[in-house]
C-alpha cells in the first residue's frame, strides 16, 4: 500500500516539476542552453544539460531529504498519524490544483543572471540546476510542491523525501532537455512558443497533479487506518498482543491495557492476549477470562491450575494456550480447546525457570521457544493435528526468544554475543529471513587482549557491530505482529521502564 | 606496546612448525636465532616468563596464534573448556551472560535475571570455547596440551585449541604447538590456575 502511495508521489513531483518550466526561470533556463549555440557549441550545450540536470536533482534531493531527515528527527513511531498528515497535505493541495487556484504563498524571486555570463556554461547551468531543484529559491508553480515539501517532512522518511526530490528534479529539467537542444530550429521555437503561450498546458499539468495527490492521499489514509494503534499508547509495558487494529499489553505495575480505535481501556486482570476475535486475560483470582469483545457481558471463565500461577497465555478462536509455573518449580506450556475445554493438549514441561519462552497462537498453530544451557529451539505445534516440528535450533552460540506468529509470517528474536536481532520471515522458511530491529548484545566485553601485552591476532574475540566495554542498555522482550507493524519490547536495566516500541515492516 | 618483527616472527613461526614441544621450540629456536647472529632479537622473541610484554594478547601466550573467539572477548575457560569472564572468572553463557550453578542467567548480585513481568529470563546454550570454535570455522577442534606460565602471581595454564588442520584461526599456516602429534594449533585458550607463583 506504501509503495502504491510513493509510486502516486514521485508522479506527482514529476509533474510539479514539469509544471515549473511555466516559471521564469523555466524559460530563461530553456534560452540560457540552447539559445543560438549551433551545431558547432553542440558539445557545451550537450553537457550544459547533463550539469543542468544533475544539479536539478541534487537540489531536489536536498530539498526533500533534508525535509524528510529533519521529520526524521522528531522521533519513530506514530507511523500512523505521519501518514494521516501527509494524505491531508496532499489531499489540500489537490483540491488547491485541481482548481487552479493562486499559488500562495509565492517566492518572487529568479536565479542570478550575471552567473550565464561570468563563468562557463556548464558551471553555471549546474549551479542554476541546484537552484531550480531545490524547489523554494525561485516561482513556484504549483501547490503540490508545498504539499510535497509538507508530506516529506511528516512522512520522516528520508526514502519517501529522496524519492520526491528526485522525481521533482526531474520533471524540472525534462522540459529544458526536451526542448533545449532543437532551440535552433524551426520546431525548438515552436516548442518554446507553445509553452509560453499556453497556460492551459500548465493548469493541465496542475490537474494530474492533483490527480496523483488525492490518490496518493487515499492510499497513506489508508495506511494510518492500519497503522492503528499509535504506539505512544503502549509506551511503558510488555508482553504485546494485536488482532487487527487493537493492542494489548501488561504493564506490569498495574496490569493489562488495551488499546483500539474506541480508546484505551484498563483489562481487569494480567496478560492480556488478542487472537481470533477474542480477547483473554488473567484475572486477580488466578482464573482465565475469555471473551469476545472487551467490556465483555459474558466471558468465559476456566479456572486456574492447581499449585501453579499462570505467567502467560496467547488466544485464538478455537484455542487456548496457557503457560504455568508449578509451585514445585515445573513449567507447563499446554493448550485448551475453547470448543472443548476438556481437550488439552501439553506442548512443554521444564524444571528450569524461563527455559520454556512465550507463546504465539496464529489459528491452530503455535509457536514457542525451549531453550536451556544445551540448545535453544523455536517450535512450531497444529494443536488440531498435533503435528510438531522443529523451526528453529541451535546448539552453541545462539539463543532463540519470543516468536510470533500471524498467518504465515513469522516474527522472532535471535541473540548471540556480540547482536541481539528481530527477524521477520514466514514460518515455512524461518532461517530466510530478515532483520527489523538490531541491538547491541548487552553483555560488557573485553578487547581480546589484556593491557601491555602484543595486541594481534585477536579479531575473532571482537565484535564488529559494537565496541568493547559495556554493551547496550535495552534488552529485547516479548514482540507482537501486526499487519504493517511489529512490537517489540524493550527493556532498560529499571525494568518498570520496559517500553514497547513500534518498528514499520 | 611492543611489537614483533615480522621477519623475525616469520622465522619463529617457521622453527615452530619442525616441533611439536614449545621447550624444546624455544631452544632451537633461540640456537638458530642466536647463530644468525641476532641474540638481542632472540631474547626479545623467546622471553622468560617475566617479560611479559612479549606475550601476545594475554599473559603467557607466545608466537602468534589468535585467540579462540569467546562470549566475552578474551578466550578464558574454565577447567572443562567452558567459557569465564576474563576480568573475574565469572562463568558465562555463549551469549556472554554471568551464569549461576545451573547456567541460568544471573545479575551482578547472582540474583536471576528476569523480564519486567518477573518471569526469568531463558537460558541460553553454554559450551565449550575450542568445540565451539570448530564448530564456527567448520573444523573438529579439541584442547591437546598446555603449557604453564606465571602471570599475575598464580599459574596460567595456557590451553591449545588443536585439530587436524594446517590452517589457523589467523588464516595463515598452523603450528603444532601442544597439540598431540599430527594436529596443529588452531586458536588459542587459557585457564588460570589457584596456583601461586
Known amino acids: 500500500m506504501l509503495s502504491g502511495a510513493l509510486a502516486a508521489i514521485a ?66 513511531g506514530a507511523s500512523g498519524v505521519r501518514d494521516a498528515i501527509a494524505a491531508a497535505l496532499a ?4 483540491a488547491a490544483d485541481w482548481r487552479g487556484l493562486r499559488i ?17 556554461l556548464p558551471l553555471a547551468c549546474a549551479l542554476y540546476g541546484v537552484l531550480l531543484g531545490l524547489g523554494f529559491t525561485t516561482f513556484v508553480l504549483s501547490f503540490a510542491v508545498w504539499a510535497l515539501a509538507g508530506m516529506s517532512f511528516a512522512s520522516g522518511s528520508l526514502s519517501f523525501g529522496l524519492v520526491a526530490g528526485i522525481a521533482f528534479g526531474v520533471g524540472r529539467a525534462l522540459p529544458v532537455l526536451w526542448i533545449a537542444p532543437r532551440l535552433g530550429r524551426e520546431d525548438g521555437q515552436r516548442a518554446l512558443d507553445r509553452l509560453a503561450l499556453e497556460p492551459r498546458l500548465w493548469l493541465g499539468l496542475r490537474r494530474v497533479d492533483a490527480i496523483a495527490l488525492s490518490f496518493g492521499a487515499l492510499l497513506l489514509g489508508a495506511a494510518a487506518a492500519t497503522a492503528a494503534p499509535p504506539a505512544q499508547f503502549a509506551h511503558l509495558g510488555t508482553d504485546p498482543s494485536t488482532a487487527g487494529r487493537a493492542l494489548a499489553w501488561e504493564r506490569p505495575t498495574t496490569g493489562g491495557w488495551l488499546v483500539r480505535p474506541a480508546g484505551t481501556a484498563r483489562i481487569p486482570g494480567r496478560f492480556p492476549a488478542l487472537g481470533g476475535g477474542r480477547i483473554a486475560w488473567v484475572a486477580a483470582d488466578g482464573a482465565i477470562t475469555v471473551a469476545t469483545r472487551f467490556p465483555a457481558p459474558h466471558p468465559r471463565t476456566f479456572a486456574a491450575p492447581a499449585s501453579a500461577s499462570i505467567d502467560d497465555l496467547a488466544v485464538s478462536r478455537h484455542w487456548l494456550v496457557v503457560r504455568d509455573q508449578g509451585s514445585g518449580g515445573v513449567a507447563n506450556l499446554f493448550a485448551i480447546s ?8 501439553y506442548l512443554q514441561g521444564a524444571g528450569l525457570p524461563g527455559a520454556i519462552g512465550r507463546p504465539s497462537l496464529s489459528g491452530s498453530r503455535v509457536v514457542w521457544t525451549y531453550s536451556d ?47 541481539q536481532d528481530v527477524l521477520l520471515g514466514s514460518s515455512a522458511a524461518p532461517a530466510h529471513a530478515r532483520v527489523i530491529l538490531a541491538l547491541p548484545s548487552i553483555v560488557t566485553r573485553d578487547p581480546g587482549y589484556q593491557p601491555g601485552y602484543v595486541q594481534d591476532y585477536n579479531t575473532a574475540s571482537l565484535c564488529h557491530n559494537r565496541k568493547t566495554g559495556p554493551g547496550g542498555t535495552m534488552t529485547l522482550g516479548p514482540t507482537a505482529l501486526g499487519i504493517a507493524t511489529a512490537w517489540v519490547s524493550e527493556s532498560p536495566p529499571a525494568l518498570a521502564a520496559t517500553r514497547i516500541v513500534a518498528v514499520a515492516i | 606496546m611492543p611489537s614483533e618483527d615480522p621477519q623475525t616472527r616469520s622465522l619463529s613461526d617457521e622453527v615452530a612448525r619442525s616441533s611439536n614441544r614449545r621447550g624444546f621450540l624455544e631452544r632451537l629456536g633461540g640456537a638458530v636465532i642466536a647463530l644468525a647472529g641476532a641474540p638481542v632479537v ?7 616468563d617475566a617479560q611479559a610484554e612479549a606475550y601476545t594478547n594475554f599473559c603467557g601466550h607466545t608466537y602468534t596464534t589468535g585467540n579462540c573467539p569467546a562470549p566475552t572477548g578474551l578466550p578464558r575457560i574454565d577447567r572443562n573448556g567452558y567459557p569465564l569472564r576474563a576480568s573475574d572468572g565469572v562463568p558465562v553463557d555463549d551469549l ?71 590452517v589457523r584461526i589467523n588464516g595463515d599456516a598452523a603450528l603444532p604447538g601442544y597439540c598431540y602429534p599430527g594436529r596443529h594449533v588452531f586458536c588459542v585458550t587459557y ?7
Not at chain 1, 540560457?32 to 536539478?56: K, N, P, Q, Y
Not at chain 2, 585457564?191 to 607463583?197: A, G, I, V, W, Y
Open chain 1, 11 to 76: 508522479l506527482a513531483a514529476l509533474v510539479a516539476g514539469i509544471a515549473g518550466a511555466w516559471s521564469p526561470c523555466g524559460f530563461s533556463m530553456v534560452d540560457t542552453i540552447g539559445t543560438a549555440l549551433g551545431d558547432v557549441r553542440r558539445a557545451t550545450m550537450t553537457l550544459a544539460s547533463a550539469t543542468f540536470t544533475l544539479g536539478a536533482l541534487a537540489g531536489g534531493a536536498v530539498t526533500f531529504g533534508g525535509l524528510a531527515l529533519l521529520g526524521s528527527l522528531l522521533g519513530g
Open chain 2, 96 to 166: 556472554g551472560r554471568p551464569v549461576n550453578s545451573r547456567d541460568e542467567p544471573i545479575d551482578a548480585q547472582g540474583r536471576l535475571l528476569t523480564d519486567a513481568d518477573g518471569v526469568p529470563l531463558a537460558p541460553a546454550p553454554r559450551t565449550r570455547v575450542c568445540e565451539t570454535a570448530g564448530h564456527d570455522y567448520g573444523i573438529q577442534l579439541s584442547l591437546d596440551g598446555s603449557w604453564y606460565r606465571c602471570c599475575g602471581g598464580t599459574v596460567r595454564r595456557i590451553r591449545d585449541c588443536c585439530g587436524s588442520t594446517n
Open chain 2, 42 to 48: 632472540a631474547a626479545a622473541l623467546l622471553p622468560a
Open chain 1, 373 to 419: 544451557a544445551v540448545r535453544s529451539t523455536l517450535y512450531e505445534a497444529n494443536l488440531a493435528t498435533g503435528a510438531r516440528r522443529i523451526l528453529l535450533r541451535s546448539a552453541r552460540n545462539v539463543l532463540y526468544a519470543n516468536p510470533s506468529l500471524a498467518g504465515g509470517r513469522l516474527l522472532y528474536e535471535r541473540s548471540d554475543r556480540c547482536v
Open chain 2, 191 to 197: 585457564f588460570e590456575t589457584t596456583m601461586p607463583c
Open chain 1, 104 to 120: 500562495a504563498p509565492q517566492i518572487r524571486r529568479q536565479v542570478p543572471e550575471r552567473w550565464r555570463w561570468i563563468m562557463p
Open chain 1, 91 to 94: 489531499l489540500a493541495a489537490a
Open chain 1, 338 to 345: 475453547l470448543a472443548h475445554p476438556k481437550r488439552r493438549v
